[in-house]
């Protein structure tokens, strides 16, 4: 192995970001996780000043290396080995509201559906 650099499997699981080092691993072999822009191997190599983008839950979590983990520390040793690049998420207004219909006017007919799913985005 390079002297300072560790697995990117390895270092998302000692910096908290899984709870089991082969989920980490099944993430990279799934394509969620990229060093500098490039779709990580678990055995990719990661350096201090690398950035880790992460795809979790839905969201994009972008770190950028600041120390090296092999093993999984406690939550205070996670955080000064990570600096948290992530953008905040968007306010709540700005997503839009569920769809509404009034009590008692049943299920939506085949048009209106297909209203809904246009609005979605779901259908051209």
């Known amino acids: 192995m390079s002297e300072g650099r560790v697995r990117v ?3 998302t699981w000692g ?5 089991t080092r082969s989920a980490a691993a099944s993430a990279c072999r799934a394509g969620h996780v ?4 490039d779709r990580a191997k ?3 190599l990661v350096g ?3 950035e880790v983008r992460v795809r979790l839950h839905g969201v994009d979590r972008v770190l950028k290396v600041q120390g090296l ?3 999984r520390v406690s939550a205070p040793l996670a ?3 990570c600096l948290d690049l992530t953008p905040p998420p968007p306010p709540r207004e700005m997503a839009a ?3 509404h219909r009034d009590r008692g006017t049943g299920r939506p007919t085949k048009r209106e559906r297909r209203e809904i799913e246009r609005l979605r985005g779901r259908r051209p």
Do not use: E
């Open 9 to 11: 499997d390895a270092w």
């Open 15 to 19: 910096v908290r970001l899984f709870k």
């Open 34 to 37: 990229r060093v500098n822009g």
């Open 42 to 44: 678990p055995a990719t």
């Open 48 to 50: 201090v000043g690398d």
């Open 69 to 71: 983990l092999t093993k």
């Open 79 to 81: 955080a000064q080995a």
């Open 97 to 99: 509201p569920a769809g």
